[in-house]
């Protein structure tokens, strides 16, 4: 099955639609994985998410909204703006990712990106905000911070930050 032949004029969604949406407020676990979209794209959860393989091409936005406790990837995704509205959930994103730009309301945070990264504002979330340790990293290429970061943790690594983690010193 290709996802994307569901588009276009003989598709199931025809040209001129604005947004995808993947769930609901009462929708279990969602596994997203193997996908490319050119629109912006939300999933909505009441449990765990696990973001496989997804690209969201033309400076679209990726939108995750759970009550769970959990978002996790099992993949590459890429896209040039995540919003993550789960203040609940223990979020953890791994190096391989590429993402431009991520705004997240969340219980904690734990990114490595491949690649340079942002930290601004991703449709109406505003910086990254968390009430345990928020870790973010790149890899390679500079972590600008354009909004806020904060959380309510006390531990001296309440919030650890690492521009070209991968990078020789120089």
Known sequence: FNPN????????????????????????????DDYTFNQDTQIKSNNSVTLGEIKIENDKSLEVTTTGNSITDAGVVEVTNLAINASNADVVLDESNKI???????????????????????????????????????????????????????????????????????
């Open 5 to 32: 032949s569901m588009f276009g004029v003989n598709g199931l969604f025809t040209p001129g639609f604005s947004k995808l949406i993947f769930g609901s407020a009462t929708t279990g676990n969602v596994v997203l």
């Open 100 to 170: 431009g730009v991520i705004a997240a309301n969340v219980k904690s945070l734990n990114l490595q990106n491949a690649q340079a990264l942002s930290i601004g504002i991703v449709k109406d979330i505003s910086g990254i905000t968390s009430t345990n340790n928020i870790n973010i990293a790149t890899l390679n290429g500079d972590l600008t911070i354009k909004n806020h970061i904060s959380t309510t943790s006390t531990t001296t690594d309440a919030i650890v930050i690492n521009a070209g983690k991968n990078s020789s010193a120089g």
